[in-house]
């Protein structure tokens, strides 16, 4: 059986909800490190999508 394993857009797209639902919680300082972590593992990433993903017209 073959495991799982994230593309690299998933831990940041991830973190993204997870600073929200953080800052929902009123925790501030977690939600402002997960956002940085979250904008550091993106800085890298295509800003665009894939030619395999549609784009929205």
């Known amino acids: 059986m073959r495991s799982w394993q ?3 857009a998933d831990k940041p ?3 993204s909800w997870l600073a929200v639902a953080l800052a929902d919680a009123n925790e501030s ?3 402002a ?3 940085s ?3 550091d593992l993106s800085a ?3 800003a665009t ?3 395999s993903v549609p784009a929205w017209s």
């Open 6 to 8: 994230a593309r690299p």
């Open 13 to 15: 797209a991830y973190l």
């Open 29 to 31: 300082e977690e939600a």
């Open 33 to 35: 490190h997960t956002a």
């Open 37 to 39: 972590r979250m904008l």
């Open 44 to 46: 890298d990433l295509p």
């Open 49 to 51: 999508a894939p030619p």
